[in-house]
C-alpha cells in the first residue's frame, strides 16, 4: 500500500511543495545562516504571539474581530533581531566552549544554558519588550520585580528538557529552528504575563 501512496502522492504533484520548501530552507540555511536564523525565529516569535492573542481570546469567549497588530510585530521584531542571531551564536559558542568529547559535556552545556544564558536572554526579553511598548524605566523595574521570577521558574520547567533534547540530539545547525518550534508554545505564556 505505501508504494500505492507514494505513487499517487507522486503523480498529484502533493508532498512536492514541502519538500522544495525543506530544500530552499537548507541552500538558506547553508548561505546565510543568521539570516536565515533571524527570520525564522521572527516568524516563528510572531506566530507565537498572535497564537497566544487567539487562545487570550477563546479563553475570554470574546467574539471581536480585534487583535494587536502590535504584539505579532514586537514579537517579529525581537526574534529577528536577538532571538535568532543570539541564539545561533551561543549555540556555536557552547560547541567550541564545551566540545562534545569533554566529560559530561551534554550536562555542562544544559547547566550553561538554564543558569547563565537563560535568565540573561529572559532579563533582555523583558527589556526590549519594555523598549518596543514605549514604556518608560519604572515599568521595566516593576515588570522585573512580579515577573521575572516566576517566568524564569517556568522557563527552568519548560526549556529545561527541551534544551536537553536540542543540545545533546539536534545537530548544531537546527538547534535554533528546534527552539523556535518550542518557542511558540513559550511566547504563548510570555504573551500571557504582559496581559
Known amino acids: ?38 527570520a525564522t525565529s521572527g516568524i516563528l516569535s510572531a506566530l507565537g504571539n498572535f497564537l497566544a492573542q487567539m487562545i487570550e481570546k477563546k479563553r475570554k469567549k470574546e467574539n471581536s474581530g480585534s487583535l494587536d497588530v502590535g504584539g505579532p510585530l514586537r514579537y517579529a521584531v525581537y526574534g529577528f533581531f536577538f532571538t535568532g542571531p543570539l541564539s545561533h551564536f ?16 551534554g550536562l555542562r552545556r544544559l547547566l550553561l544554558d538554564r543558569l547563565v544564558f537563560a535568565p540573561a536572554f529572559l532579563m533582555l526579553f523583558f527589556l526590549i519588550m519594555n523598549f518596543l511598548e514605549g514604556k518608560d524605566a519604572s515599568a521595566f523595574a516593576t515588570k522585573m520585580r512580579g515577573g521575572f521570577w516566576p517566568a524564569l521558574r517556568m522557563n527552568w520547567r519548560v526549556w529545561t528538557p527541551v534544551q536537553f533534547i536540542n543540545i545533546n540530539y539536534i545537530p548544531l545547525k537546527f538547534r535554533v529552528l528546534f527552539a523556535n518550534l518550542a518557542a511558540l508554545f513559550w511566547y504563548a505564556y510570555l504573551a500571557s504575563l504582559g496581559k
Do not use: C, D, H, N
Not at 551561543?90 to 559535556?105: G, N, R, S, T
Open 90 to 105: 551561543f549555540y556555536l559558542f557552547m560547541e567550541q566552549w564545551i566540545p562534545p568529547e569533554v566529560p559530561l559535556a
Open 1 to 38: 500500500m505505501a508504494p500505492a501512496v507514494s505513487r499517487l502522492r507522486a503523480e498529484a504533484g502533493l508532498g512536492a511543495l514541502p519538500q522544495r520548501a525543506l530544500a530552499q530552507y537548507l541552500l538558506l540555511l547553508r548561505l546565510y545562516p543568521v539570516l536565515t536564523k533571524a
